[in-house]
């Protein structure tokens, strides 16, 4: 934070709560005040169970929505409105259906006044890093799951953003597709090392991909109940990681802080529901 | 199993030539003196009103002042169903206050608006392109309203992520988005635009194919009335098949509008 103790973490989160209105006025409190930093270069995954206000704590800190307490910075600095300096890559579809895929690309470089023709180069030579190249004219309904979600990866990082905020995005792909968007994610993240923080309740995408997993309670007043360190060596390939015997211990250490915050999350969905 | 293609072709040509062999029979039902072809006229006598319709040429210009009637009350409508949707959409103020009144004028039989139009505009082409803007006007409007209302949350979300200001929100995700559904009414609006039309022609013209089932209905001319019932029925079709290329054209980015390729 302050300049002696070197540079300032690219997402600081201090004190930050997240409280709504629900409909008869009273006052719901979904993340109660919490602290959180992603240092720059590092990749910070977030996991809990469903409902735990995990994606609105990550829209805290891409600036959608404002804290009900509490302050953000970025790089040092007091975040206001919408953050700038981050990429964001959302669970569901957020490509222009009316956009082909080069299109959608290449729109992002729009706002930072980038002329047409050079958009469209520069959207192209993403889209080949992310294995897209011959897909460009497709529009999102002919792509599929996976496909989409690489061309949102390609509109997220052509802006070359410092931090990288992703909600679950992984998420509704299937089980091989999601092992190889995160290779895909992991080998473009290793280039550049931007600061990731990642959302997923995926216990074993978390630890694969993450130098640091945060385990969030059930909610309502959800807070961090355990933070782990990754040593897991890298580069790692998401699929053989799961093997490695290190991988099988913290799972289990870090499973046992999660099981608890599981189930509290399913009795008090099914209180509820009676 | 779903029957082939030549087959219900097939049994679609069979129904017609049997309407036309049954209609053709009741026609020459004798009633005394004479047939019934004063009430039914005939099918043959229909179809060769047609041809002499058409090689007299006097035809062409009914149907070209029924086409521009059409086409302009289809423009202008969209335009300002496309505008005040857009307007409403984005200021929710306004939405609320117009909301009542503009129920209210939907509401109303726009038929009824048909005598106002002449007394303000005259019988020529305009009153008819004023009926059919207040048809086309409404579907353009809500459906627009509703399709600026209902960009998706996340869509939004990551326009505002990538750093859009209003005038690049406008043009990549509110503009496309609203033409979307005005597109999507493409068929109902030109279809109401024509029926504003003809029904315009119908009350009070001197020209249009409304004009001519007016005026051969006027003197008991039934097969005149057959005859431009059917040049109405094959317009119509025409202008739908035209729509269709059009829509097709457009919305090539959605599900339904194109093939994927391999």
Redesign the interface.
Known sequence: MTPETGRAPAVSLRGVSIAYRVGDGARYEAVRPVDLDVPDQSFVAIVGPTGCGKSTLLNAA?G?IAPSSGSVSIFGEPLAG???R???L?Q?????????AIDNVA??L???GVRRGEARERAHAMLKRVGLASFADR????LSGGQKKRVALA?TLI?DPKILLMDEPFGPLDAQTRVIMGNLLLELWATDRKAVLFITHDLDEAIALADRVIVMAAGPRSHFVGDFRIDLPRPRDIAEVRHDKRFFDLHRDIWAALRDEVSRAYAQADGVAA | MKPSRALVLALQILFGVALLVAWHFAANIRVGSATLKFFLSAPLDVFWRVVKLFSEGEIWGHMWITFQETVYAFVLGSVAGVLCGFALARNPLAAAVADPYLKAANALPRVVLAPIFMLWLGLGVWSKVALGFSLVFFIVFFNVFQGVREV?A??L??A??????ER?LFR??YW??AL?WMFSSLHTSVGFALVGAVVGEYLGSAAGLGYLIHQAEGVLDTTGVFAGMAILTAFVLIIDALVTVIERRLL????QG?Q?TT
């Open positions: 891409a959608l919408v953050n700038r981050a990429g964001y959302f569901l579809d957020a490509l222009m259906p009316w956009k082909t729109v992002a729009e706002p930072m529009y999102p309904h002919m509109q802006r | 998706p996340t869509i979300a990551n505002r992520m990538l750093g859009f200001n690049q990549h995700v496309p988005a979307t090539v980015w959605q599900p194109a994927t």
